[in-house]
């Protein structure tokens, strides 16, 4: 069974950093890209960013360019996303996404939140 | 960057009717096209890829149609349980997959 866990959420302050990650499970991880996708409260779908599988290239919103760093580590079969410099609009629920080979993203974590406050 | 735009925001139906949800793309993007349902409090599940391919376990009342800039997602003999959000996506250009805004349904 394909299981995704998401962990490492919580409340961030302004400026500072984060690290969420995304345990994969039952499935071989190093054949699939993968996503993190957040949702801020209210709102719709947002790709941040995401890794190839094999030989792993990376991609950014503009909106966390130069701001987040995602990971993968196969060894573990886990996805990471490093998040620094946080600011308040990056509050969100973040869901780590399998980019199914028949196209779109076919397995989601259960998300982890994130909160950017003082 | 390729702008999906869904209609309507809102659509309220009886249930047994049939639900038709719309996403138009702003330039051409052949099939490449998931729609996902959402839940309040659940993680999006994929429904239909490819614009008519139904994911594994959904129900054939389930169908997607469409090409090129114009999507439609049909739900028919609507249940309580389909209430939800909805939202099309494009994956033509990686990586620069894109949602659109989401229709939210209500069967009632």
């Known amino acids: 069974e394909v299981q995704m866990v998401e962990s490492g959420g919580g409340l961030g302050q302004p400026g500072g950093s984060l690290r969420v990650s995304c345990a994969a499970s039952?499935?071989?991880?190093?054949?699939?890209?993968m996503n993190w996708v957040r949702q801020a409260p209210g709102k719709g779908l947002e790709l941040v960013s995401g890794?190839?599988?094999?030989?792993?290239?990376?991609f950014y919103a503009d909106s966390v360019k130069g701001r987040f760093t995602v990971s993968r580590d196969n060894s573990k079969n886990t996805l990471y996303l490093q998040m620094n410099s946080l600011k308040a609009d990056d509050t969100a629920v973040y869901y780590c996404?399998?980019?199914?080979?028949?196209?779109?993203?076919?397995?989601w974590g259960q998300g982890t939140p994130v909160t950017v406050s003082s | 960057e390729i702008v999906m735009t869904q209609s309507p925001a809102t659509l309220s139906v009886s249930p047994g009717e049939r639900a038709t949800l719309s996403c138009r793309a702003s330039q051409s993007i052949a099939t490449n096209v998931a729609w996902y349902q959402q839940k309040p409090g659940q993680a999006p599940r994929l429904l239909i890829s490819?614009?008519?391919t139904r994911a594994t376990g959904i129900p054939a009342r389930f169908s997607g149609s469409g090409s090129g800039t114009e999507f439609a997602l049909t739900i028919s003999t609507l249940q309580s349980e389909d209430s939800a959000v909805y939202y099309c996506q494009q994956y033509n250009t990686w990586p620069r997959y894109t949602f659109g805004q989401g229709t939210k349904l209500e069967v009632k």
């Open positions: 996404a399998r980019v199914g080979h028949a196209g779109g993203f076919d397995y």
């Open positions: 490819g614009a008519s």
């Open positions: 890794t190839s599988g094999g030989v792993v290239t990376t």
């Open positions: 039952g499935f071989t991880f190093n054949n699939f890209a």
